[in-house]
Nanobody
Framework: VQLQASGGGLVQAGGSLRLSCAAS????????MGWFRQAPGKDREFVAA????????SYADSVKGRFTISRENAKNMVYLRMNSLKPEDTAVYFC???????????????WGQGTQVTVSS
């Protein structure tokens, strides 16, 4: 599967953004999908994941209650709605896919290119 993320940008603290990830292929429902991020000088970290059906999602504690992951299987799309953004959310955000359940410790098999999110204070 090939993944292409979009929707990043510059936003003020407290603002919102929605990231999108388009997946190629006809077996989108075979994959759990997730979002990860990497800030300058820091390790990549898990943000959120969703199962193939869209019914089970998980979040990093740092974004719980502010971010929402969702997917539209008919369109081969996964989204990350980010509300109440903070400067510490600034990072390159990557979408990822794997046939296995995605967890915070996962190293997904498939990655999209990143999209930059910058939150100004």
């Amino acid at each position: 599967v090939q993944l292409q993320a979009s929707g990043g940008g510059l936003v003020q603290a407290g603002g919102s953004l929605r990231l999108s990830c388009a997946a190629s292929g006809r077996t989108f429902t075979s994959y759990a999908m997730g979002w990860f991020r990497q800030a300058p000088g820091k390790d990549r970290e898990f943000v959120a994941a969703i199962d193939w059906s869209g019914s089970i999602s998980s979040y990093a504690d740092s974004v719980k209650g502010r971010f929402t992951i969702s997917r539209e299987n008919a369109k081969n799309m996964v989204y990350l709605r980010m509300n109440s953004l903070k400067p510490e959310d600034t990072a390159v955000y990557f979408c990822a896919a794997d046939t296995r359940t995605l967890r915070s410790s996962s190293n997904p098999r498939y990655w999209g290119q990143g999209t930059q999110v910058t939150v100004s204070s």
